[in-house]
């Protein structure tokens, strides 16, 4: 692996500091992905936000706008889904694998579940933005927005 400190009769992980600092490189290893994955989410809307700023301030607003739309819609989700993480963890650490291999099917189809709630849910929001003040031009901006992101 990547960062895998080795274990093994090594002087260094005996001590207090080579302990923790395996324990940190395991931890590095593990949530380096979800790292690079939340940081080219925010890159995407940095990107977006620089390429659609040449076209006008409405259209970036509604890029800004439907950013957040989406943003918030997927938080909800996630909070949903991650409470199936302890669950999978507790499986995995009790070596029960065959528990632990029906927690992550759950998450599955859990996931695929909240899908039908919430992009539903996200077109609505979008199309609503003019009944609640939003200028028309940036509410369609946004619908766009939303409309390609899903």
Known sequence: MLFRANANNDENSKTRW??????MLLLLELALPFAVANLGRGL???????VV???GAAELAGVGLGNALYSATA???MGVMLGLAPL???AVGRRRHG???IWLWQGFW???LLCLPLLPLLIVLAELLPRVGVDATVAASAAVYVHATL
């Not at 080579?18 to 324990?23: N, Q, T």
């Not at 995407?44 to 620089?50: E, F, G």
């Open 18 to 23: 080579g302990l923790c600092r395996r324990d």
């Open 44 to 50: 995407l809307a940095v990107v977006n936000t620089a």
């Open 53 to 55: 700023g040449r076209l």
């Open 75 to 77: 938080v909800g989700g």
């Open 88 to 90: 999978y963890a507790q």
């Open 99 to 101: 528990r632990a291999a």
């Open 110 to 112: 859990m996931a695929g």
